[in-house]
């Protein structure tokens, strides 16, 4: 029980350290540059501290829980034995072989964006800047399909083991190929749409899968192979949000032709 | 509208607390459970339909998934508690301040800080130093361990410090994005070339780890602080975009880093 304390107490004293520079950030700016008072002092000090425990709290949980599932999983779900049977592989897999990993990343990436609280922000934003065209729903099943596809797209990878810099250096052509395309204002907002996706309870998880692939994978290295699916789920919402508004754009001209076309007759 | 129970409540202060703490415990419980739930239930439809494999370790795991969701509880309570609505002031007041060197000094600083304290970063760096050692890219031992993992947090805190300073300077100067990102995607491609192999995939994944639960608001403010206060910026088209280059920057910086580690 002793070492259980200790434990707890250096990852306390860890996570201390991590969120320092951030008050020391915030008193230095406020204290001195702005020269204006701390308001609330006690509140900002109960927050440190909160800020502090559940951090540490949230990395020895991550360590017990998350990282242990997605590993769990990735191998279970990819053991020779479950993919082929009892007998194994008779010869070399190939890479629809692995039909129920896709499934279980595909679905992890929809259930967790979609209820991402980040996300729906940034939906209600567009909704209203956008004077409706623009939908939040559509929008937030649009970044969670993009996370979908992504992840399916970089367990192809780690399967397959194909290098990751040209899957990437597609990704960025197609992307820059629609901004070309994309109405100007919602640009910002969809290349930011990539970045808000992955949560940090997603994350890890994510992370952890992959890493449990490439090490049940034949001739797969998980230091070379293992990474990479944040980087897909962190890209695709991109494409997708353009897509969904260039889709958007299009249906509102076509609508606002007919509505034209009624005028007339 | 006033229910015996708000009488009471009202008229006698000291029953106020256990109240209010009680509310404040079940808004985090709930919000801390969105985050969790889906995964949960996902899992379970796995594991229960499709593997149908006694779970290994499961005592542990509930236990570990107990430790994650306390911790989430804690985590976004203490954020929103001190650090946001401070963080906030500070990023709008910089934002109508004027002084364009203290507002570069503080972007800079704004980025690095949040991005030190990000959890997700902080658990996959350390992954990564366990597998690179796993693979003998980095020498055995704890300290060589620890040292990757904390020269990989420095650097992407670094670039996403730079990464906000630039953002800054786009929605000061009104530099369009999509340039400055075919910039960086090209930049992305061209120096993955030249780095290797060993960083190359946790490289592209840091830059999604980073934007995540304290950066994204603390970024978020700063950008529509500073296109709602400076003339002729919308906020849409300007306050966005930040986090698109804490996403990218990083990305190159770690390439770099691995360039100078492996290959020196």
Redesign the interface.
């Known amino acids: 029980m002793k070492s259980v304390f200790n434990e707890l107490g250096y990852a306390l004293l860890l996570s201390m350290r991590?969120?320092l520079?951030?008050?020391?950030?915030?008193l230095f700016?406020?204290l001195f540059?702005?020269r204006?008072k701390?308001?609330?002092k006690s509140?900002?000090?109960?927050?440190?501290?909160?800020?502090?425990?559940?951090?540490?709290?949230?990395?020895?949980?991550?360590?017990?829980?998350?990282?242990?599932?997605g590993e769990?999983?990735a191998r279970?779900?990819s053991e020779p034995e479950?993919v082929a049977g009892a007998g194994g592989f008779a010869q070399e897999p190939v890479w629809w072989a692995y039909g129920?990993i896709y499934l279980?990343g595909a679905?992890?990436g929809l259930?967790?964006t979609?209820?991402e609280?980040?996300l729906m922000a940034i939906g209600i934003?567009?909704e209203e800047?956008s004077k409706g065209s623009i939908r939040q729903w559509p929008l937030r099943i649009a970044v969670a399909l993009g996370v979908a596809a992504g992840i399916i797209l970089g367990l192809f990878r780690i399967i397959t083991g194909a290098p990751?810099?040209y899957f990437?250096?597609i990704g960025?052509a197609v992307?820059?190929i629609q901004?070309m395309f994309a109405p100007?204002?919602?640009?910002?907002?969809a290349?930011?749409s990539?970045?808000?996706t992955?949560?940090?309870?997603?994350?890890?998880?994510i992370?952890?899968l992959g890493?449990g692939l490439s090490q049940t994978i034949p001739g797969r290295?998980?230091?070379?192979?293992?990474?990479?699916?944040?980087?897909f789920?962190?890209l695709f919402p991109i494409m997708s949000v353009m897509g969904y508004i260039q889709c958007a754009h299009w249906w509102d001209q076509l609508k606002g032709r007919q509505q034209l076309k009624k005028g007339r007759s | 509208m006033h229910s015996a129970w708000q009488k009471i409540v009202h008229t006698w202060p000291l029953n106020r607390f256990p109240v209010r703490l009680f509310s404040i415990i079940w808004v985090r419980l709930k919000?801390a459970g969105?985050?969790?739930a889906?995964?949960l239930?996902?899992?379970a439809?796995?594991q229960l339909v499709?593997?149908r494999?006694p779970?290994?370790?499961l005592g542990?795991?509930?236990?570990?998934?107990?430790?994650?969701?306390?911790?989430?509880?804690?985590?976004?309570?203490?954020?929103?508690?001190?650090?946001f609505?401070?963080?906030e002031?500070?990023a709008t007041?910089?934002a109508r301040?004027g002084s364009f060197t203290?507002l570069m000094v503080?972007s800079f600083?704004?980025g690095?800080?949040?991005t030190?304290?990000e959890?997700?970063l902080?658990?996959?760096s350390a992954?990564?130093a366990e597998?690179?050692t796993?693979?003998g890219?980095i020498e055995q031992g704890d300290e060589s361990q620890s040292r990757y993992a904390l020269g990989m947090r420095l650097t992407v805190a670094f670039s996403v410090g730079l990464a906000v300073v630039l953002g800054v300077l786009r929605i000061l100067f009104d530099w369009p994005?999509?340039w400055l990102?075919?910039g960086g995607?090209i930049a992305?491609?061209i120096i993955?070339?030249l780095a290797p192999?060993?960083i190359?995939?946790?490289a592209?994944?840091s830059?999604?780890?980073?934007?995540?639960?304290?950066t994204?608001?603390m970024l978020a403010a700063l950008g529509i602080g500073l296109a709602s206060t400076i003339r002729h910026r919308?906020?849409?088209?300007?306050?966005?975009?930040?986090?698109?280059f804490?996403?990218l920057l990083p990305?190159i910086f770690v390439l770099l880093y691995g360039i100078v580690l492996f290959r020196s």
């Open positions: 991590d969120i520079p951030i008050l020391a950030l915030i700016f406020q540059v702005l204006d701390i308001p609330h509140r900002l000090a109960v927050g440190f501290i909160f800020c502090a425990l559940g951090l540490g709290l949230f990395l020895a949980g991550l360590r017990k829980a998350l990282f242990p599932i769990i999983m279970q779900l479950f129920w279980f679905t992890i259930a967790t979609i209820a609280p980040a934003k567009a800047v990751l810099v990437i250096a960025y992307i820059i901004t100007r204002y919602i640009i910002p907002l290349y930011d990539g970045g808000v992955t949560s940090l309870v997603t994350v890890p998880l992370v952890a890493l290295n998980p230091a070379l192979d293992g990474f990479g699916l944040v980087a789920a962190s | 919000g969105r985050d969790i889906p995964i239930v996902v899992i439809f796995f499709v593997l494999q779970f290994p370790h542990e795991i509930l236990w570990g998934i107990l430790l994650v969701y306390l911790g989430l509880i804690f985590f976004l309570e203490g954020l929103e508690m001190g650090l609505p401070i963080g002031r500070l007041g910089f301040k203290w503080f600083a704004l690095f800080s949040t030190i304290a959890p997700a902080i658990a996959i992954e990564a597998v690179a796993e693979a890219f994005l999509h990102m075919a995607y992305v491609i993955t070339f192999p060993e190359i995939g946790i592209y994944d830059g999604g780890v980073t934007t995540s639960t304290i994204v608001p919308n906020p849409l088209l300007h306050g966005f975009g930040l986090i698109a804490a996403s990305i």
